[in-house]
């Protein structure tokens, strides 16, 4: 590395205390390097996004475990030739839960104006 810098030009800006606190919450909860980078994303993409997809992954597992139970079903139809009412009723069940936990992972995404 030369040491010489692809960004030459510098901006100064000066903030009231209210206004230094709201930048540096606003740096801290994107999750970005510093606040230059924070300032050059705003100045190019006009917001930052920082998701939090920790409910992706009970949602992912929550759907995986119902697949298993459905799989678990077809196999016993597969090996029996027949397919029972109470399993047909349970696959009703586990697809029934399975929009469930979709609706309840639906509701707790954020409403945003573009």
């Keep these: ?25 606003k740096v801290k909860t994107s999750h970005m390097r510093n606040k230059s980078e924070y300032i050059r994303h705003m100045i190019l993409y006009g917001y930052v996004y920082d ?10 597992y929550q759907i995986a475990a119902l697949g298993r139970n459905i799989n678990m079903i077809r196999e016993r139809i597969m090996k029996t030739g027949n397919a029972y009412e109470e399993d047909l009723n349970e696959i009703k069940e586990l697809m029934d839960k399975i929009w469930h936990t979709h609706e309840s992972m639906l509701s707790k995404v954020p409403l945003q104006k573009l």
């Design 1 to 25: 590395m030369s040491g010489k810098r692809d960004r030459t030009n510098e901006l100064k800006v000066f903030l009231s205390d209210n206004e230094q606190y709201v930048l540096d919450e």
């Design 51 to 60: 998701i939090d997809y920790n409910g992706l992954k009970e949602y992912n």
